[in-house]
């Protein structure tokens, strides 16, 4: 299941004692990285009063499987949020792959005059914070009447975000720079050299973008709280916030259960293309 | 400009124009405009009226304001060292040839996945008082410091105690330090193993090779990474709103500018203070990455040219 690290950093095997000492630290620290976890998949299935015992059993004495069930149906419109949902992330990658392949493709294999500083601008707009444009920009969605819909939430996924753009980027210059030049001579045009040749080559890059954009979108909050207004029209983000903000702190069965639905979606998603995901993740904190 | 040159922009353009779009609507008309509301009396309901510096003034003397601000760089200055040592930390005990590397870089990266929401909400249960497993783990511990040394220490009740929130927060941020470190560990796979090789003949040990090879050679990494977990920790919002259920904490303990910003934007529609808000906090954020390029210009270690000064 888990795919093996290229090499390790230092390639001699270290000394007994090391050995033990290392081992012993990454149990230690797994163990907490895996606690919480475990945690909330165990409160998930416990009965309300095993919740409130102490001392806690990790193993629910009785297992409940129902919480689930009664978790969905105590958050109200769980279905209609994960359609909701679901919508937006579809709508979101696609935007996002289409925008941000041809700005990518502009930004690499187009030689033009002032590229690298139009460039730069763009990595500079990583710096704006959301909390700066978000009130100008509802402002501009309460005029255009889209305050309400789904419409703020989705369309500016089709103007290629920063991110994704250098993201691209990156992996389309590592393509030899004759691969197109090629292709030109042989009456390719632009449009046609990135479908035809850029694309198909950087399929894992594709891929890459299509998860960090699915997750962002699957776990985005403030977007939803401000631009949404009926219920009906919810996220499970928000469904999942305003659950929890209305049962007080008691139930933490169904919060746990709720919590945990949210979260299986990702970590599938995840142990199935982890390769992908680590290398995109890595390529994130590689600037040249 | 020939022909070609011409044709070239004009294709180059074409190709990115979704983003020039982009950039021109959503985000050099929205700073324009917030720079402008910020000098208004603006609730959005009726027409913006100037009122020059006002909004800046009012803010300067806004004692809640300034909380919210101590309570960002508090958590920020916490969660940012702590962060980066986890995730060094953890990227290093990876490093070794040791059996069973693949599955606990996994175990470690898990936790950054979760989504925020479920983190929030999993965390506040974490953080219980009296139920929570945090304090679980830390009551025998605090029993065994009470009675070795006489003093009488208890779990606190994290986030209901405005003392301890902020850290409790820190603990949360701590726990998704996996995505950082898996951003180290491919940038110590980068290191050319002859250094090491070289080193190692030389007789130099896991420190020497640590502290003198690989941390000087991913300094670039690391900085760039701490770049972006202080544009992250400067805009801390959706984890504290959904921990105190959309408040702000005791005694406003887990108020935080980005907190104070949407109350003003979005329930006291105040908007020209928010804007004002909004324009602080990016200064800010600038501020502080220009003060890290200073820092990074006389730390940092480029291998494709020579350092500057």
Known sequence: MFITLTEPMWSKKPTTPVKFIVLAMLLLAGSVFIAPLLWMVSTSLKPLNETMALPQRWIPGTIQWHNYRDAIRAMGNFRGYAINTLFLCVMNVVGTVISSALAAYGFSQIEWKGRDRVFTILLATMMIPFAVTMVPLFVLYKHLGWIGTFLPLWVPSFFAGAFNVFLLRQFFLRLPKNLCDAARIDGCSELQILLRVILPLCKPALLVVVLFQFMFTWNDFLGPLIFLTDQNDFTLALGLQNFQSQTGGTSWHYLMAASTLMTLPVLAIFLLTQRTFIEGISTTGMKN | ?????????????GFISPWIVGFLVLCVYPVVCAAWYSLCDYSALS??????????????????????????????????????LASLFLALLLSFNLPGRAFFRAVFFLPSLVPMISLAVLWQWMLNGELGLVNTLLRPVLYLINHLSGLELAAPNWLLDARYAKCGLVFTSLWGAGSAMVIYLAAFQDVPRQYYESAE?????????????????????????????????????AVPYVMTKGGDGPERSLLFVSTYLFQNAFNYSNMGYACAIGLVLFAFTLLLSLLAMKLARRHVYYTDRTNVE
């Open chain 2, 201 to 237: 003949l030389d007789g130099a040990g896991f420190w020497r090779k640590t502290w003198h090879i690989s941390l000087p050679l991913i300094s670039p990494v690391i900085y760039f990474n701490t770049i972006m977990a202080l544009i992250g920790s400067i805009q801390v919002f």
């Open chain 2, 47 to 84: 027409p913006a009226l100037f009122t020059g510096g006002q909004n800046y003034i009012e803010l300067a003397r806004d004692g809640i304001f300034w909380k919210a601000l101590y309570n960002t760089v508090f958590f920020a200055a916490l969660a940012i060292p702590a962060g980066l």
């Open chain 2, 1 to 13: 400009m020939n022909t070609a040159e011409k044709r070239n922009l004009a294709i180059g353009l």
